[in-house]
Antibody
Framework: EVQLVQSGAEVKKPGESLKISCKGSGYSFTNHWIAWVRQMPGKGLEWMGVIYPGDSATTYSPSFQGQVTFSADKSINTAYLHWSSLKASDIAMYFC?????????????WGQGTLVTVSS | SYELTQPPSVSVSPWQTASITCSGDKLGDKYAFWYQQRPGQSPVLVIYQDNKRPSGIPERFSGSNSGNTATLTITRTQPMDEADYYCQAWDSNYVVFGGGTKLTV
């Protein structure tokens, strides 16, 4: 069974760093792109970008380029989303999603989400 | 940048047919995908490649895509179908989501 399990909710202060994780199981982790998607409170889905765990290649949405960093550790089937300095505007639910490998590039499996709260 | 436009809300009576549209420039030249997100849950893929249903998605869900508009159609709509629905497409190597449509049953 394919599963993406994300790390738990985080409460941080502005300016702090944060890394959240997404662990894949039940499939070949290195052969599927992983996307990160932001959902701000009461708002829609926003694509942040993707990472290919096989070689850590990345594509960032222009809206998020320079604001976050994607990484992956294929030895433990885990992808990461990292902030070096959080802002109040980073408050959101963050989802990881697996991109299907068949060529149509749909997001066929999603993690349960990680809620990030930033408050002084 | 490429944009996808959805109506903010659609209402439907139980057992009737709901149609949710997604508009974008020459969207029919791309593949459209649809995701269902129930309150407090993660999104679920319900339609890919314009009109294909993943396993486990009821036959009541169907999709079409032509010209500038993709449409998600739900026949015999059930209360459990009440959710937010998002269309999605690829613009080159970038993903675009529509703003989402709240379906009220």
């Amino acid at each position: 069974e394919v599963q993406l399990v994300q790390s738990g909710a985080e409460v941080k202060k502005p300016g702090e760093s944060l890394k959240i994780s997404c662990k894949g199981s039940g499939y070949s982790f290195t052969n599927h792109w992983i996307a990160w998607v932001r959902q701000m409170p009461g708002k829609g889905l926003e694509w942040m970008g993707v990472i290919y765990p096989g070689d850590s290649a990345t594509t960032y949405s222009p809206s998020f380029q320079g604001q976050v960093t994607f990484s992956a550790d294929k030895s433990i089937n885990t992808a990461y989303l990292h902030w070096s300095s959080l802002k109040a505007s980073d408050i959101a639910m963050y989802f990881c999603a697996r991109q299907a490998s068949g060529g149509y590039r749909e997001f066929d499996y999603w993690g349960q989400g990680t809620l990030v709260t930033v408050s002084s | 940048s490429y944009e996808l436009t959805q109506p903010p809300s659609v209402s439907v009576s139980p057992w009737q047919t709901a149609s949710i549209t997604c508009s974008g420039d020459k969207l029919g030249d791309k593949y459209a995908f649809w995701y269902q997100q129930r309150p407090g849950q993660s999104p679920v893929l319900v339609i890919y490649q314009d009109n294909k249903r993943p396993s486990g998605i009821p036959e009541r869900f169907s999709g079409s895509n032509s010209g500038n508009t993709a449409t998600l159609t739900i026949t015999r709509t059930q209360p459990m179908d009440e959710a937010d629905y998002y269309c999605q497409a690829w613009d080159s190597n970038y993903v675009v989501f529509g703003g989402g449509t709240k379906l009220t049953v």
